[in-house]
């Protein structure tokens, strides 16, 4: 361990921040925007949804939009930066640099995990306007907000650093992600899916992920321990294949 360079680390941890934060128009305004008018759409159309369970419509969908917000930020803030940064020749100098790949994928998550929390937040803020959050859970609430961003993290910073170009991590984006953020329960239980295709949500990870933090609001927590080790093996999973693909170096430099 004294041998990771805590200092580079900390140096790319800042240095990113203060671009994120630079950058305010495209990372912070125009994701939560797009979220809130999405929102707005779902509060017009809520008296007209027949919802099973016993809570309204939107204290079911809401944890929906803060996931799919970290889920699609998690994704787009790691995979962009690092095909910008390879377009214009910076990873380069990264490389170079007396620091190993794993520690520069670490600076990275780390970046990416606060910029996801801080927007999560942001739209909790926003949302507690609409529904009572006397009952949240904030550890559950991070904890499982923690996996995701871990988890689609690991799935941008691959993307970035297998490929040099927008139109494979757009095709990825549009085809995988919002996919997985739109119909991973984001919006309605499986249990009003047909049950012919049930089985592809009841051990779907990401639907698990989805409605283990959707119990974070609820007052009444009951955690399946058999599934909780299924989300952390399917993060890890993530996590592994990431720091495989960083260490082996396949393709960084074109």
């Known amino acids: 361990m004294s041998n990771v360079s805590y200092y580079a680390i900390k ?43 016993k809570n309204n419509y939107l204290q079911f969908v809401i944890p929906g939009f803060i996931i799919m917000i970290v889920m699609q930020t998690s994704y787009s803030n790691i995979s962009e930066n690092l095909i910008t940064m390879k377009q214009i020749g910076s990873f380069n100098d990264y490389l170079i640099s007396p620091i190993s790949r794993i520690e520069i994928l670490v ?51 691959v993307v970035g650093f297998l490929f040099f170009t927008w139109d494979m991590q757009q095709a990825i984006f549009n085809f995988l992600i ?32 989805v409605d283990s933090f959707r119990k974070s609001f609820d ?14 093996f399917f993060t890890l999973f993530f996590l592994l294949i990431s720091i495989f693909i960083f260490k082996k170096g396949y393709k960084v430099i074109q």
């Open 107 to 157: 600076a990275f998550m780390i970046t990416n995990i606060f910029i996801s929390l801080f927007l999560a937040i942001i739209s909790l803020f926003f949302f507690s306007f609409f529904i009572q959050l006397h009952s949240l859970n904030y550890f559950l609430f991070i904890y499982y907000l923690l996996l995701t961003s871990i988890i689609f993290s690991s799935i941008g910073s």
């Open 178 to 209: 919002i996919p997985i953020s739109l119909l991973s329960g984001t919006f309605f239980s499986y249990e009003v899916v047909h049950s012919k295709w049930i089985f592809l949500f009841k051990y779907n990870p990401f639907y698990l992920i």
């Open 11 to 53: 140096t790319i941890f800042f240095f990113k921040i203060k671009e994120f934060f630079s950058e305010y128009q495209h990372s912070i305004i125009s994701p939560l925007v797009g979220i809130f008018i999405f929102f707005g759409i779902i509060i017009v159309l809520s008296d007209n949804f027949i919802f099973a369970q």
């Open 219 to 232: 007052e009444i927590i009951q955690i399946n321990y058999k599934f909780e080790l299924y989300i952390i």
